[in-house]
């Protein structure tokens, strides 16, 4: 569900208001973790519980066990050695034998005022992780910052599970039980779901569903509390699903009644298009294009997927949808999230189609001023039919004359408002026409059914499923680090044939640890940097040179060159026509030949540190070879040990080239709100229900949902009311 975290700051005041003893500060940072007002305190439910109901004996508590005792202070004293810490000895006050009652009680953190806690002869109820002696105690066994409280000898015990909320800075967990508390005084929950639905699911009531997962009796299943596979826990994540459901549901009927241009034509443009390609469309790629083209002729905007494989033709089809419109008498615009991608497009496009006399208009940031305006310029006047570009396009100042379609490559590295921005160019108010124009998003990383079904339930879905013929396997090879040099024979041997090669450095994901590792800590004030830089992508850039300069220097017969993400778009491009007119034979390089980079002649990649990059990541480096007609190898150098998830990734990619498989693989190593990321999904991420284990209820929620439309529309609004609120925009994009 959408994360309310963001939510705008005007929306503490109400807050304030129903609860008029709470502090501005407190409002404030209760809001920074969502929370505006009652119901979102209610529906902050817990990540775990804690059991308080019971006090063991340390006689019957094994180490490495988190048990409540209860204790009396026997001393306290602040160290110094080997750090300052406040060390407390207690008793417990429930030993049967005086040699099972001691315990040492460890602060490295503490506060001056915690001292008076732990006066000589207090009472203690203390939760904790239990561990074995160490650095000379007086007492064998000890805890380190456990949880305690200072209580009497009649204080009574919880009888209910303590639940454990996500939380934020400056909000302890007392509080926030404290404001959850009070809102379910004053909240109960209506039925937002008919009962029929209920019954024919078993779903308990939302009031009592919510009230036992905040105040679970002792006696409840913490199995099944953990698990969410409690009844309670069943009906929140039906009600969360439905939500989804119903609101992608209603975006979808509303896109039906808007407007959009009716792109009819005879096809004259896309049929001497196809006649003067040097290839035959695949039947895959005929069959979506008849899709779009059929999706194009109807009055309501298209918005469809379409997914492909790397190197599965995506790109001739997106060219075909803009030729079918431009034949209508209408604009559209191409918009990649880098320069790199954008002008991979720009060329290929323009070289297809140079025959076709269209003109074609290129805006990217990185143009100079005078070239910018004249792109404007010929998009406003309608003079450019196609546009290709990158962010700059859906900048308040370019404007079309007419534009029918707009296609988002990558759309998956696009924010929300990105792809809004594009959509609402038709809605200009100085353009001569106000209808939406038709969509297209493309993206290389193929999405799992189960998730194109509960996720983008908006979107109509074509899949290119099928690979071109001619295109060859790649073979995958995993190399431990430590033989680096045998790669670079290997490497030495490839060039020598007349082959080019991608040498990809890794990403660096702790900047300080990566330093140290490198021995760049020294270095990293010496490398120029843009003040906006973060300290990662300097280390990053840093990485790659040394990469090069060592590969120059064992391979002085070869020209290396180097592409990064903090050239720029210019230099960029450079490098890259170099690479693909062979002046440069082994090309060092970021991330960010990671989509759009085409040299056929390029047969072998070797990736550094490979254990560092997510699968879809990897294979989209790796289809950066395989592209001509040499047998092409990518080699995914590794440093042991790896972790589980290391090996599950790596073992995938050496295994399969299939895009699908990998995505599915993808899926179920990361889950959906990794694999889709907030950008991609809207921030639409599922809090509490899990797309796979959870799939039985998707399929109830996805039924409920049609029945509930139907039948009743009243119910359909105050339950998005409650789950979404004000976050359904979001799922439309």
């Not at 790199?340 to 990185?366: C, M, N, R, Y």
Request: aromatic share 6%; glycine share 6%.
């Amino acid at each position: 569900m959408p994360s309310r975290a963001a939510k705008a700051p005007a929306a503490v005041e109400p807050f304030k208001a129903k609860v008029a003893s709470w502090s501005e500060a407190l409002a404030g940072r209760l809001a920074r973790i969502g929370l505006h007002d009652e119901l979102d305190c209610v529906l902050h439910l817990p990540m775990r519980y804690e059991d308080e109901t019971r006090i063991v004996s340390l006689a019957d508590a094994r180490d490495g066990e988190t048990v409540q005792i209860e204790a009396v202070v026997r001393e306290h004293v602040i160290q110094y050695r080997p750090r300052r810490q406040l060390v407390v000895q207690v008793d417990d006050a429930n030993a049967r034998d005086a040699d099972d009652a001691g315990l040492t009680l460890r602060f490295i953190n503490f506060y001056g005022s915690q001292v008076k806690h732990f006066e000589p002869g207090s009472r203690l109820r203390i939760r904790g992780e239990l561990r074995g002696g160490g650095f000379g105690h007086v007492f064998g066994r000890e805890m380190i910052h456990p949880h305690y409280a200072v209580v009497r000898d009649d204080t009574p015990l919880p009888d209910r599970l303590t639940p454990v909320y996500p939380s934020g800075v400056g909000l302890g967990q007392v509080v926030l039980r404290r404001a959850i508390s009070k809102a379910l005084q004053s909240v109960k929950l209506d039925e937002t779901v008919p009962a029929p639905w209920l019954a024919r699911y078993r779903l308990p009531a939302i009031d009592a569903a919510i009230r036992l997962i905040h105040n679970p009796p002792p006696n409840v299943s913490q199995e099944s509390l953990a698990a969410r596979s409690h009844p309670a826990w069943q009906r929140i994540k039906f009600d969360e699903l439905l939500a989804q459901q119903l609101s992608l549901a209603k975006a979808h009927a509303a896109r039906r009644a808007r407007t959009a241009p009716v792109l009819k034509t005879k096809g004259t443009l896309v049929a001497r298009f196809l006649e003067q390609l040097p290839f035959t469309l695949t039947t895959a790629q005929t069959r979506v294009v008849r899709e779009i083209e059929a999706d194009l002729t109807r009055p309501h905007p298209m918005q469809r997927l379409l997914q492909g494989d790397v190197g599965s033709g995506k790109t001739v089809v997106a060219a075909v949808a803009a030729l079918h419109a431009i034949d209508a008498g209408y604009q559209a615009v191409l918009m990649a999230p880098t320069e790199i991608l954008a002008e991979q497009h720009f060329h290929k496009l323009a070289e297809w189609i140079a025959a076709l006399d269209v003109p074609v208009a290129w805006l990217t940031g990185s143009l100079k001023k005078k070239q910018k305006a004249a792109a404007r310029d010929a998009i406003e006047s309608g003079i450019a039919r196609l546009a290709i570009g990158t962010h700059a396009l859906i900048q308040d100042d370019v404007r079309f004359e007419r534009l029918g379609l707009a296609i988002v490559d990558e759309q998956h590295r696009f924010g929300v408002g990105q792809r809004l921005a594009l959509r609402f160019k038709a809605r200009d108010a100085t353009a001569k026409f106000h209808r939406e124009p038709h969509q297209l998003m493309m993206s290389a990383t193929p999405i799992p059914r189960t998730l194109a079904m509960t996720y983008f339930a908006d979107l109509e879905v074509s899949t290119i499923d099928m690979l071109p013929p001619g295109r060859r396997p790649i073979v995958t090879k995993l190399i431990e680090a430590s033989r680096r040099d045998d790669v670079i024979e290997r490497v030495r041997h490839a060039l020598a044939e007349g082959r080019q090669v991608y040498w990809v450095c890794p990403l660096i994901e702790d900047p300080d640890a990566a330093a140290a590792e490198a021995g760049l800590l020294l270095q990293v004030k010496t490398v120029g940097r843009r003040p906006s830089a973060s300290r990662t992508e300097t280390l990053q850039l840093q990485n790659a040179i040394d990469t090069r300069d060592a590969l120059a220097l064992a391979l002085p017969e070869f020209h290396v060159g180097l592409v990064h993400g903090r050239l720029s778009g210019i230099d960029k491009a450079a490098v890259m026509r170099d690479f693909n007119d062979c002046r440069v034979a082994l090309l060092v390089a970021t991330t960010v030949i990671e989509v759009g980079v085409d040299v056929p002649n390029a047969s072998l990649m070797v990736i550094e540190h490979a254990e560092r990059f997510g699968l879809a990541q990897l294979h989209q480096l790796r289809g950066r070879v395989g592209r001509g007609t040499a047998d092409s190898v990518c080699i995914l150098l590794f440093q042991p040990p790896l972790s589980l998830t290391a090996k599950e990734r790596l073992k995938t990619m050496r295994e399969t080239q299939d895009g699908f498989e990998i995505a599915r693989k993808d899926l179920e190593l990361r889950g959906p709100g990794e694999f889709l990321g907030h950008r991609q999904s809207g921030e639409a991420l599922l809090r509490f229900a899990d797309l796979q284990s959870d799939q039985e209820l998707v399929d109830a929620a996805r039924e409920a949902a049609v029945g509930m439309l139907a039948d009743d529309p009243a119910a359909v609004d105050r339950h998005l009311q409650r789950w979404l609120r004000g976050g359904e925009e979001l799922l439309k994009a």
